[in-house]
């Protein structure tokens, strides 16, 4: 059963509108949630991560929405830019553990 | 920012050999992973090391696998031998500590290919 799902497997939007990129998961222990932003060839860097406790993250155009009693959030990615086009991963790990679980990503592609 | 070196970026090897792959993980950090990821998909967590010792290791780090960071020199991979489920990107990532709010730093990966 995997722990971590993304969806939509890929998006496609144009320059200067919101992606909504969604995330959900199982284990009920997952209490940290950062997602990952990866380029070909590359290594994933974080992007921007919420706990928890917190029922939103925003950062400049990055907004995360989490809705624990639903085990769901998503990443908002506003005035999107070509530059954004990559593939996003959610991610989550719970206290006691360093060890991340990851979704499958979803490929996101912003057309000028 | 931080980063973290993988060596080589790509490592081509015929089935049943051993194969090492290093990882120069950031200077002050104390928590090394390995993360096995197929053709640009999930990121599949293998083993976090600390102290010298294996903390936490998944089903997918296989007997063939082991890791070692002698001295503080690369934190490496080893497979041996290998096999063709092995062909993968391995992606070393360090953290200074462990806990939720500790930001994970990843490397460039290593592409590995077995034939």
């Known amino acids: 059963q995997q722990q971590v799902r993304q969806s939509p497997q890929s998006l496609t939007v144009w320059e200067g509108e919101t992606a909504i990129l969604n995330c959900s998961y199982e284990n009920s222990a997952f209490d940290y949630f950062p997602w990952y932003q990866q380029f070909p060839g590359e290594g994933p860097a974080l992007l921007i991560s919420?706990?928890?406790?917190?029922d939103k993250k925003e950062d400049g155009r990055f907004t995360i929405f989490f809705n624990k009693r639903e085990k769901k959030l998503s990443l908002h990615i506003a005035d999107s830019q070509p530059g954004d086009s990559a593939t996003y991963f959610c991610a989550a790990s719970d206290t006691n553990t360093g060890k991340l679980t990851f979704g499958d990503g979803t490929v996101l592609t912003v057309k000028p | 920012g931080p980063k973290v070196l993988q060596i080589p970026s790509h490592q081509i090897i015929d089935m049943g050999q051993m194969v090492t792959l290093n990882c120069d993980p950031v200077s002050n950090h104390l928590y090394f992973y390995w993360y096995k990821q197929i053709l640009g998909q999930q990121m599949e967590f293998l083993v976090n090391?600390?102290?010298?010792?294996?903390?936490?290791k998944s089903k997918l780090f296989k007997d063939q696998f082991s890791v070692e960071r002698p001295d503080g020199s690369y934190f490496t991979l080893k497979i041996q031998p290998t096999a063709l489920e092995d062909s993968a990107v391995y992606f070393c990532a360090s953290s200074q500590d462990r806990g939720t709010n500790e930001r994970l730093f990843f490397g460039h990966g290593t592409k590995l290919s077995v034939l």
């Open positions: 090391f600390y102290n010298g010792k294996v903390m936490e």
């Open positions: 919420i706990l928890s406790v917190s």
